[in-house]
């Protein structure tokens, strides 16, 4: 059974780059067949998808956040990992990494526990 | 703002059935999923693509679609289904994805 960890700091200071990295458990990222995915939750609020790799190294970005947002993979470690550059108070938020198969209607599952990061001086 | 709209909150009498809807072009076009969220949890996925539940997710959860509307029914609520449940699917380009704003389900 996949499952998947965040890990990360959890205070992060304005204008800094935030950095997460996601452990991926019991299957391979290098396998294929899945995009490996960031999605966030502000506090109180809903969700919001950030951004996804596939195990090539192919991404795709929410355009509202596409100029500041960078995924990167590593397969050696199966691990993927999100840099939010540039953050204010508004990044504030709980972090979530999840995989969703590559088929036209895709879902998410499963996900990772969830990290809060906090934008604070 | 989100491409798929949810109604903020419904409630619904113990053991009755209820529907939460998620509204959308892209839906016309796309399947939703939809996730159950408690408090100080992640996400679960209950519903995926035509009406596909995954294991371990209880048959009183189906899911249906018509036109721009998608639909989540619990068919005999319990009080364990309280949650925010949140539909998810591609945005109107297809190229990447959205969620709904989420409903807040009360169980009474």
């Known amino acids: 059974q996949v499952q998947l960890q965040e890990s990360g700091p959890g205070l992060v200071k304005p204008s800094q780059t935030l950095s997460l990295t996601c452990t991926v458990s019991?299957?391979?990222?290098?396998?294929?067949?899945?995009?490996w995915s960031w999605i966030r939750q502000h506090p109180g609020k809903g969700l919001e998808w950030i951004g996804y790799?596939?195990?090539?190294?192919?991404?795709y970005y929410n355009p509202s956040l596409k100029s500041r947002v960078t995924i990167s993979v590593d397969t050696s470690k199966n691990q993927f990992s999100l840099k939010l550059s540039s953050v204010t108070a508004a990044d504030t938020a709980v972090y979530y990494c999840?995989?969703?198969?590559?088929?036209?209607?895709?879902?998410?599952?499963?996900w990772g526990q969830g990290t809060l990061v906090t934008v604070s001086s | 703002s989100s491409e798929l709209t949810q109604d903020p909150a419904v409630s619904v009498a113990l053991g009755q059935t209820v529907r939460i809807t998620c509204q959308g072009d892209?839906?016309?076009?796309?399947?939703a999923s939809w996730y159950q969220q408690k408090p100080g949890q992640a996400p679960v996925l209950v519903i995926y693509?035509?009406?596909n539940r995954p294991s371990g997710i209880p048959d009183r959860f189906s899911g249906s679609s018509s036109g721009n509307t998608a639909s989540l029914t619990i068919t005999g609520a319990q009080a364990e289904d309280e949650a925010d449940y949140y539909c998810?699917?591609?945005?109107?380009?297809?190229?990447?994805?959205?969620f709904g704003g989420g409903t807040k389900l009360t169980v009474l």
């Open positions: 999840a995989r969703a198969p590559t088929v036209t209607n895709n879902w998410f599952d499963p």
């Open positions: 019991g299957g391979s990222i290098s396998s294929g067949g899945y995009y």
């Open positions: 790799i596939y195990y090539s190294g192919s991404t």
């Open positions: 892209s839906l016309r076009s796309y399947y």
């Open positions: 693509g035509k009406n």
């Open positions: 998810n699917s591609r945005d109107s380009s297809g190229n990447f994805w959205v």
